[in-house]
């Protein structure tokens, strides 16, 4: 079986590729593909390595000539491939210079992968939701890794993305039923993309005692900029103009609100501050949040720290509210409900 999973940083797909991958059959190849070029790769790497110990996977450090890592390997079992997003890297500004012909010669040696494994599990990062203008380089790149990630999911049974740690199927329904039947006793645990309606994952519900004594919300909201999220959230309950609070990178929020939007500006608040983001709000709260975390890399240290700091944060509010609704182009889906 061949699998797609993509997702924005810290969304959770990586320990879901993981936990795919082992059920798929053995043995199991974890194919590293970061070459580390500073102490905030190394780190990333030992976090990663940390993850999976104890887990039943080789190793596998190739961060360039993917096609190479089948060399001598086992071509039945499983290679779960963690990211092409840095394989890409590599190949395309690797020798310190931008190659433009990068993005071709990695998709000729994905397709090569692709043929000549049996069972696949790649990772990518999802950079498209990026308003910031890139220069030529980085335009190029996200461009090419755009080509390989359409090239890869047209060879996937199964094609997944993750947010805030919740599966949406695109493609492969039928396969993905098989895997949820293996994997927890056939409870479904995904939103499905693949049809005109979005299909919400049922859960059964907790009690506050279950969620560490923390308020569970009613609803937490996500989408991009601009996408329509305060209008849904308006419209479903009846608001008035000025009865969102609105977040500020300059001051805590009033948690006692029961309408709060722009969470990631709240995150901003606490790393400035030197603090730690808190679950404080209020016990049935419906809270917003703009997705910062599908673009490419920023180069300030405090931003890249903000939108993985962001991304850890949200999957915690998502977890403890009863529905996730993500927006976009003021459409609504349901990522989870829990009945």
Same mark, same amino acid.
């Given at each position: ?31 590293? *593909? ?13 976090? @990663? ?81 990026? *308003? ?81 004594? &923390? ?5 937490? &909201? ?35 609100? @029961?309408?709060?939007? @722009? ?77």
């Amino acid at each position: 079986m061949k699998i797609l999973i993509c997702g924005g940083s810290k969304s959770g797909k990586s320990a879901f590729a993981e936990r795919i991958a082992l059920r798929l059959p053995s043995p199991h190849y974890y194919v590293a *593909t970061m070459i580390a070029t500073d102490e905030e790769d190394r780190d990333r790497i030992r976090r @990663h390595k940390g993850r999976r110990s104890g887990l039943p996977f080789q190793t596998v450090e190739q961060g360039r000539d993917l096609k190479r890592a089948l060399e001598q390997r086992d071509r039945e079992g499983t290679f779960l491939v963690e990211a092409m997003t840095s394989l890409l890297a590599n190949e395309m500004f690797g020798s310190g210079s931008y190659d433009p012909e990068a993005g071709e010669r990695v998709q000729e040696d994905l397709e090569t992968f692709l043929r000549e494994a049996e069972n696949v599990v790649l990772v990518f990062d999802n950079l498209y939701l990026d *308003t910031t203008k890139l220069d030529e380089g980085s335009e190029s790149f996200r461009r090419a890794l755009a080509q390989l990630q359409i090239c890869a999911a047209k060879s996937c049974d199964l094609c997944i993305e993750i947010c805030l740690g919740e599966a949406v199927v695109w493609k492969g329904r039928m396969e993905w039923d098989a895997l949820c039947e293996e994997m927890d006793g056939g409870k479904d645990m995904s939103s499905d993309c693949t049809g005109k309606d979005h299909h919400s994952r049922a859960l059964p519900s907790r009690g506050k005692e279950e969620r560490g004594g &923390v308020p569970c919300y009613k609803e937490f &909201v996500i989408g991009g900029a601009y996408q329509g999220k305060t209008a849904y959230v308006r419209e479903k309950y009846g608001l008035a103009e000025g009865e969102i609070l609105v977040c500020s990178e300059k001051k805590e929020p009033d948690f006692r609100a @029961h309408f709060i939007s @722009h969470l990631e500006r709240y995150v901003l608040f606490c790393l400035k501050k030197g603090i730690k983001p808190e679950l404080r709000f209020a016990e049935g709260a419906v809270l917003l949040s703009d997705d910062i975390s599908c673009g490419i890399v920023p180069l300030d240290p405090l931003y890249r720290r903000w939108r993985e700091e962001t991304g850890l944060f949200l999957r915690e509010v998502a977890g403890r509210s009863h529905m996730v609704t993500r927006v976009s182009c003021g459409l609504p889906s349901v990522l989870k409900k829990e009945v």
